[in-house]
């Protein structure tokens, strides 16, 4: 029997150097764990910054693609401060016709540059100097592993170094576009992106703050070593240049500056599918931030994707945006046209209907033909029906009830007296009042002579005055005697012809008919004084039983008006759903989809 006395500590001995390795290999574990948990509780945040000297790991995401992106987009504004951006071009040729027409071969100038060349932008300063740990083995665009450095992180545990990258004479060339903000050389010029070309070379892949490039070292010991050293130097250099490098050099931008960048930023977001930063709480200030975000995505042809995100954010505000827009109804009614905003757009083509044609100037200046003959097209179909309404409205009567006709002051004279007062009161309150008489006009001798003169003046003289003459006198309306001879009496005996009474608006009309239609204000019109003044005006007829008679009548005529006008008393206004209180003039308009001017090729025409 052989005895082996050497096994019991060789076996120890290699038992506790595989625990010692396994207890390295769990710290190592546990510490990527802890670093990648802390990355992707910081990989969330907007703006990371990329300080913190040799740690300097370029990110591969918004703003900036440090690997994938193509297209680089500074907006810098005139004090100095600006937004960075590498994005994708296929995704701003999806977005926005803008990219897609100054990207195509026709405008573009990109350029070409190796595939693995930097970008010429530094990235911006955001939140974040570690992206995040990845499984061994994991690969990466550029044939690298996923690599923290100097955190001992490179590569798998069996310490080999990390490739190299492949070398540029081996990878492919990729276009590059680069777009600066250009203000134009007026004061009336609209900041607009332009192309530019790169000035230089490429720059080296160098920190954000101007460090050397970071060291790739194969050597896992020095790559240890260091780990502790370099991330907490990282930290501090995080705090101290961005102190130094935001704070003091650079003036406060002005506020139209901040609302420029901040536009921009919403922009690029969304067609990254990013909420935009607006405001949720004030929406007299989110409406102003919408409307600059939209006058923005129509200068980028990016209307389809901005306006979904703009609608979204004010159908949050619910009865506090319908009440804004029943206040600024011609407003929200281009932000709704520019946002594709069904609700937004109905809700106010509605209350600018009901109101026409007040606004009128302004909103032919502000929208585009099919957007007003819409808005006529509706105009046009409301005044036919309230023509249609006020026409039984003047053919309402009163009965016999023994013969059943209609009453007369030769039947019932007492009935056909309130049938009287009830047109009267309709009429007054559905034609607009008279235009003023003109000024008479003057009686003096020397106007009296001059009248004379022109009328035994020559044939010439007429034909050359006919143009001006016939026109101050048609619009005046007076007949000027030819005759020389009748012209003094003629200057004692001017007539004047008014111009046709013109349609009321239709704001004065539906103020009437929601009287007319309402239970609540019936009794606020040709009310118990009304009536009793009216019928003391004949002393004969007036007595307490005739004027309860009387009053009686108006009531039933009353009755008979509320149902007539019951079709004008609709409405489909949110406000007026949800309570929130009804407005003095019609909004019984209906749109429908045939009627939004984004459907069906923009134009919507009634035959």
């Not at 929208?367 to 003047?394: G, N, Q």
Request: one cysteine or more; hydrophobic letters at 30%.
């Amino acid at each position: 029997m052989v005895s082996h006395h050497g096994d019991g500590p060789t076996s120890l001995a290699l038992r506790g150097t595989s625990s010692a390795v396994e207890a390295g290999d769990r710290r190592r574990e546990s510490s990527a764990r802890a670093a990648a948990s802390h990355v992707s509780s910081r990989s969330r945040r907007y703006n990371r910054s990329h300080a913190g000297g040799t740690s300097f790991v370029p990110q591969n995401e918004f703003p900036v693609f440090s690997h994938s992106g193509d297209v680089e987009i500074l907006v810098r504004v005139a004090s100095g401060h600006e937004n960075r951006y590498l994005l994708h071009r296929h995704t701003l040729t999806r977005c926005s016709g803008f990219f897609e027409a100054s990207t195509s071969n026709e405008w573009s100038r990109a350029q070409t540059v190796p595939e693995n060349t930097p970008p010429s932008l530094p990235p911006p300063p955001t939140a974040g100097a570690i992206e995040g740990v990845k499984p061994a083995g994991a690969s990466q665009q550029g044939g690298q592993l996923t690599r923290i450095e100097d955190q001992g992180i490179v590569g798998s545990h069996d310490g080999d170094a990390v490739s190299k990258p492949p070398s540029t004479s081996l990878t492919p060339a990729k276009k590059r576009w680069r777009y600066e903000l250009d203000f134009g050389s007026g004061g009336d010029d609209i900041p607009m992106l332009v192309q530019k070309e790169q000035r230089g070379p490429p720059p080296t892949a160098n920190s954000l703050f101007g460090g050397p490039p970071p060291s790739h070292s194969s050597s896992r010991h020095h790559s240890s070593k260091s780990t502790s050293h370099s991330f907490f130097r990282s930290v501090a250099n995080l705090s101290l240049s961005s102190s130094s490098n935001h704070g003091p050099s650079l003036p406060p931008p002005t506020p139209a500056e901040e609302d420029l960048l901040r536009d921009y930023d919403n922009l690029f977001r969304i067609m990254y599918n990013y909420a935009p930063t607006l405001d949720p709480i004030n929406i007299a200030d989110a409406y102003i931030q919408c409307k600059s975000l939209l006058n923005l995505a129509d200068q980028y042809d990016a209307l389809a994707v901005v306006g979904p995100r703009v609608d979204h954010h004010m159908l949050q505000f619910q009865s506090r945006l319908w009440k804004q827009i029943a206040k600024y109804p011609i407003s929200y009614l281009r932000l709704g046209y520019l946002a594709r905003s069904k609700v937004i757009f109905q809700e106010a083509l509605v209350h600018v209907v009901g109101q026409w044609p007040a606004g009128e100037r302004s909103i032919r200046a502000a929208f585009p033909e099919s957007v007003i003959d819409i808005i006529e097209d509706k105009v046009d179909e409301l005044e036919e029906t309230v023509s249609r309404i006020e026409a039984r409205l003047f053919r309402l009567t009163l009965t016999n009830r023994s013969s059943g006709e209609r009453v007369s002051p030769a039947t019932n004279y007492l009935d056909w007296l309130a049938v009287s007062l009830f047109r009267t009161w309709l009429a007054d309150n559905t034609t607009p009042p008279p235009p003023p008489p003109p000024p008479p006009p003057e009686r003096t001798g020397r106007s009296s002579r001059a009248a004379i003169t022109n009328g035994n003046s020559g044939s010439s003289g007429r034909h050359r005055n006919n143009s001006s003459s016939s026109s101050s006198s048609s619009a005046a309306g007076a007949l000027v005697p030819s005759n020389p001879s009748n012209a003094n009496g003629a200057q004692r005996n001017v007539h004047f012809h008014p111009p046709p009474p013109s349609l009321p608006p239709l704001a004065t009309l539906g103020r009437t008919y929601r009287i007319l239609g309402s239970s609540q204000n019936e009794k606020g019109y040709l009310t118990h004084d009304e009536c009793k003044r009216f019928l003391k005006l004949t002393p004969d007829l007036y007595s307490r039983d005739n004027l309860r008679r009387f009053e009686k009548k108006i009531d039933e005529l009353k009755a008979m008006a509320r149902e007539v006008v019951r079709p004008l008393m609709g409405s489909g206004l949110e406000l007026e759903l949800q309570g929130g209180g009804a407005v003095g003039y019609l909004t019984c308009t209906r749109v429908g989809e045939r009627d939004l001017p984004w459907v069906g090729g923009g134009l919507v025409r009634y035959d």
